[in-house]
């Protein structure tokens, strides 16, 4: 398989720089096999989904891990905070910690650099060795991280969004808890509690899995066959009550490409503490019916799962939503899919 086959012409002005005032008010084009897709909104995913089913939902907190620093020349670095050596929750409250994260420009930070961060006095960033890909090993002293990263980091916004986000908390999910992911589960960003509580009172039961999303929400696939790609390692969990829930659900619904990761994961490997699954056709899911989800960038291997979950005709369902004025990626709008439907 190669990258190329998984392009399309996305113009610019389709993709959504700011969300929407309502979270639910986004459009879902929904999949429905052969047949002409449907042209829904969100907030009528209670009418799309039945008794039985279970929607999964990734609770990952995204931190405002970028950081803006100063070398001891004077020259600007930025950093983004990917993923402490341990439970993030951990290193969010111990006075040193360790990282891995991007430095830009990485290569005029040497080993052993030490990065005064913009208006933080109780922060200190310690650049260590090269993993590649502009990926450095980082030694963190705060006495207390999380709420150093609240007064000087920033949402860590893909670079395709432009324009400032006023509110932060809309790069949250509602239902977000353990902190610890550098980019959002933006699939989630649609939902509200108001909407989760009306699927459970028609029978539709919520549960949620942890997957920190981390290098490759950032990183373009570099290869032309997708034999050569590597995933990068995700740390993820899923819990014994989501795991009894799973046992018993008719049809299982994901909130999500890093759910349905998170899922397949644990449904081939179990909580093995992280996973560097690449999602391709063919591939046999074992979990996931159906998937509710954003529109993704082209040669992304978000697109390559997508292409696993319901073959070719994602490309008419992209061409649908282009000309139907569909919004894209992160704070755009959203379809459902269905993996079973001919």
């Keep these: ?47 799309l989904l039945a008794p039985g089913d279970l929607v999964v939902m990734n609770n990952t907190k995204v931190l405002a891990a970028r950081l803006l620093g100063t070398r001891p020349t004077g020259g600007k670095t930025e950093v983004l905070l ?39 006095d109780d922060l200190v960033i310690t650049v260590g060795d090269d993993l590649g890909e502009g990926r450095r090993e980082l030694t963190v002293e705060s006495t207390n991280l999380e709420a150093a990263l609240v007064r000087a980091g ?14 932060p908390n809309r790069y949250q999910t509602v239902y977000a808890e353990p902190p610890g992911s550098a980019a959002a589960p933006t699939a989630g960003l649609h939902l509200t509690n108001e909407l989760l509580a009306r699927l459970e009172s028609i029978g539709v039961q919520t549960a949620t899995v942890e997957l920190v999303v981390g290098l490759d929400t950032f990183r373009p696939v570099m290869v032309d066959d997708l034999s050569d790609h590597h995933m990068h390692s ?13 046992d018993a659900a008719q049809r299982v619904v994901a909130i999500g490409t890093t759910t349905v990761r998170a899922l397949e994961s644990w449904a081939r490997f179990g909580n093995v503490g992280s996973t560097n699954l690449f999602i391709r056709d063919p591939f046999d899911f074992r979990i996931v019916d159906k998937l509710f989800t954003n529109f993704h960038m082209p040669k992304s291997t978000l697109l390559v799962m997508i292409d696993a979950f319901i073959g070719a005709r994602w490309r008419d369902l992209y061409a649908e939503a282009l000309e139907s004025n569909y919004r894209f990626l992160s704070f755009g709008d959203a379809m459902l899919l269905d993996r079973h439907a001919e």
């Design 82 to 120: 990917l993923e402490s050596n341990g439970p993030a929750a951990v290193a969010l409250s111990t006075e040193r910690s360790q990282w891995v994260g991007l430095v830009r420009p990485s290569k005029k930070v040497p080993p052993g650099t030490e990065l005064e961060i913009a208006g933080e």
């Design 234 to 246: 995700e740390k993820f969990q899923v819990s014994s009550d989501t795991a009894a829930k799973l």
């Design 1 to 47: 398989m190669l990258i190329d086959d998984f392009d399309y012409v996305l113009p610019p002005e389709r993709i959504a720089q700011t969300p929407l005032t309502e979270r639910t008010a986004s459009k879902l084009l929904v999949d429905r096999g052969s047949l002409r897709p449907e042209h829904r909104v969100v907030d009528q995913l209670d009418e």
């Design 154 to 167: 920033q949402m860590p916004l893909p670079p395709y969004i432009t324009e400032t986000l006023d509110d």
